[in-house]
């Protein structure tokens, strides 16, 4: 006899904040919103009551989604810091190039 296994299904941080929102924001029942997304009711209970209790110790826990976020923005700040410091060498450059020639001009 041959059974096939059931694959665990994955769900992203972001699907978990967005489904935990849906309960929150909109009053409706657990259950009603898991059988909505087609997720386990137990499931949504867990993710709703571990978000509560991030919440009531005061823990602000970034999530993945903030978490990549800050990765990308930190990266950016730093390509935009590169480009800056280029423009900044390259202005001085063209400064020291036009006033050497303004130089010669006038001799």
């Not at 209790?53 to 823990?59: I, L, S, V």
């Not at 602000?60 to 990266?75: F, G, H, I, N």
């Amino acid at each position: 006899m041959f059974t096939m296994a059931r694959s665990r299904r994955e769900f992203t941080p972001e699907y978990k904040d967005e489904a935990v929102k849906l309960v929150l924001t909109t009053g409706r029942a657990v259950a009603t919103v898991a059988r909505e997304l087609g997720i386990n009711e137990a499931t949504l209970g867990r993710w709703v009551s571990a978000f509560k209790a991030r919440n009531e110790t005061g823990q602000t826990e970034v999530t993945e989604s903030e978490r990549a976020e800050l990765l990308r923005l930190r990266k950016e700040n730093a390509d935009l810091k590169m480009d800056r410091a280029f423009l900044k060498k390259a202005s001085i450059f063209f400064a020291q190039e036009a006033s050497d020639t303004n130089e010669k001009r006038s001799n």
